[in-house]
């Protein structure tokens, strides 16, 4: 581990451990600050706190928040609740896949710019089928306005 990245897990814990912050929300500090969780950083932090790795993991593995691998700038994610299902969720993740040239079990694109995600649901029923993209929710999707939608991401 370079001295930057202990300096940085060094200023988290310090200001965890000042606001008696519980693991979630260093957990949270970790991925804000890295972009996923590493288990060289939960390892770090184990030894530092006197905490068992495994309870870092328990948490990391329970909440969907949490990812342990690099993500993409732009991520897409799309609603598979049982509406966006029978309203064409699956066809959908097909032509993102086809499009983003993801291969079967791959999640983030070489390049680092989209990461695809499933969710159970987004609650947004009323205009299923629903995507995400960086948050911004688009709806009624098909597969086509998926590719035109993806477009303005890929400048």
Not at 75 to 94: L, M, Y
Not at 135 to 142: A, D, N, Q, S, Y
């Amino acid at each position: 581990m370079d001295t930057q990245m202990t300096e940085t897990l060094e200023a988290i814990y310090d200001r965890c451990v000042a606001n008696e912050d519980n693991i979630i929300t260093v957990l949270q500090e970790i991925q804000k600050e890295f972009g996923y969780i590493q288990e060289k950083v939960v390892l770090w932090f184990a030894e530092r706190s006197n905490i068992p790795a495994s309870k870092f993991y328990g948490v990391v593995t329970f909440y969907s928040q949490f990812h342990q691998n690099p993500r993409g700038k732009n991520i897409v994610t799309v609603c598979c609740g049982t509406v966006c299902h029978v309203k064409g969720a699956s066809r959908i993740i097909s032509k993102i896949h086809e499009d983003l040239k993801l291969k079967e079990g791959q999640k983030t694109t070489k390049d680092m710019k989209f990461t695809l995600e499933r969710v159970n649901c987004v609650g947004a029923c009323s205009i299923a089928p629903v995507v995400l993209v960086n948050e911004k929710v688009l709806g009624k999707v098909t597969p086509s306005k998926m590719v035109k939608s993806l477009k303005a991401y890929k400048d």
